[in-house]
């Protein structure tokens, strides 16, 4: 049962009030007979079972601290509106609970001078009733939203799979095809051109070793399947080491293949094989592409990263040609004309390489004036009892 308190004024001395205001008032949880500044000046009605934000007495207290408002100011402007325009404003509120958030559904109107009645009516499990609807129809909605995200994304790896294997296969063919080709005119060669044949079938061999380990490689990435642990690596080091490697080739090619090196580069977080696998890869492509001129390979620190750039001053990269640069089995329009030897998997492995390191690749070029590849790698966060 409510409780009727006499405050600073009784119903029967305030203004005419609707009679609608005042069976509300009769039926509500609280009612307050409250002044322009928004504090109580009487209690009229309260249900014991609602939770206030102040202990009693609740005259001379603001109407935000009684009802504990999470918009105070909201409150007031209330007030002022029903005063304002003489007629009863209506509002719900959010008020902090016990349990959480509530909602009071309130009825303000003015009564005489400065002074409303401020009636005020628990709602919170009547908006939930009818919010239950909403939010069953929002879940379902978002739960077929993500079935249709996930087909779509089978659709694309079903669609993705059946160009891989087309790929591949084509891929294979032409070596495959050419080794048959040049074994059938060996066969009907003369003692002195038996070499050369040789020669070419030993080539497509090699050719094909090349495509089916980084088929397999790639494969490998994408699965997830890397046994090594990450350590900390020495960029350096291992850069120095993967450059030396490639010298006679460049000077083979007539290039210059020069290092620049940041001296006390901190340690990265990687896999070393793999680390080296990437150097090597853009190493390879640069001296590749660069028919004349130099290739040059740096490191930097930029605050928590490190960086590893490969520059070229070769045939560059066609604007057209540069969103597709990391699709597997991908070639360039330059690599057809010229004649370039590849498998179109060596930026496809560095690129999976680099995200399994949670690092990022950049690329920038113009036709006729080189490459810049760049990869950045997150510092290793180095564990003092084990020095790893």
């Not at 005259?59 to 935000?64: D, I, N, S, T, V």
Request: charged share 25%; hydrophobic share 45%; net charge negative.
């Amino acid at each position: 049962m409510g409780q009727r308190v006499s405050g600073s004024a009784a119903l029967r001395d305030l203004a005419p009030i609707p009679l609608e205001v005042l069976v509300a008032s009769s039926t509500s949880d609280l009612a307050l007979l409250v002044d322009g500044r928004a504090r109580c000046v009487g209690v009229i009605w309260r249900d014991p079972e609602l939770a206030l934000g102040c202990p009693e007495p609740l005259e001379g207290r603001a109407l935000a601290d009684i009802v504990a408002a999470r918009a105070p100011a909201e409150l007031c402007a209330e007030v002022r509106r029903a005063v304002g325009s003489g007629t009863p404003v209506r509002a719900e509120i959010a008020v902090r609970g016990a349990d959480g958030e509530r909602w009071l559904a309130i009825v303000v109107t003015p009564v005489g001078g400065d002074d409303v009645l401020w009636i005020a009516r628990d709602v919170t499990e009547v908006r939930a009733v009818a919010a239950a609807p909403r939010r069953a129809r929002t879940i379902e909605e978002n739960r077929r939203a993500e079935l249709e995200r996930a087909n779509a994304r089978l659709v694309e790896l079903d669609g993705l799979r059946s160009k891989f294997v087309s790929d591949v296969s084509h891929e294979l063919r032409a070596p495959v095809t050419n080794m048959l080709l040049t074994l059938s005119l060996l066969e009907r060669a003369e003692p002195g051109r038996a070499a050369h044949y040789v020669r070419v079938v030993r080539q497509q061999a090699a050719r094909l070793g090349t495509l089916i380990e980084d088929v397999l490689d790639l494969a490998r990435l994408e699965l997830g399947g890397e046994e090594a642990d990450f350590v900390a690596v020495d960029l350096n080091a291992l850069t120095e080491q993967v450059v030396s490697a490639h010298q006679p080739r460049a000077e083979a090619a007539g290039l210059v293949l020069a290092v620049d090196l940041e001296p006390g580069l901190p340690a990265v977080r990687a896999l070393p094989g793999r680390l080296s696998q990437v150097v090597a890869n853009l190493v390879s492509n640069a001296l590749q592409y660069t028919p004349l001129g130099t290739v040059c390979v740096r490191t930097r620190q930029d605050g928590r990263r490190v960086g590893l750039e490969v520059e070229d001053t070769g045939i560059g990269i066609a604007p057209d040609d540069r969103p597709r640069l990391f699709e597997r089995f991908f070639r360039g329009r330059h690599d057809a004309g010229a004649e370039i030897p590849g498998t179109g998997l060596g930026l496809a492995i560095v690129e999976e390489i680099v995200a399994l390191h949670q690092g990022k690749i950049e690329v920038e070029s113009e036709p006729g004036e080189g490459s810049t590849f760049r990869v950045w790698l997150p510092l290793a966060q180095v564990d003092r009892a084990s020095g790893r």
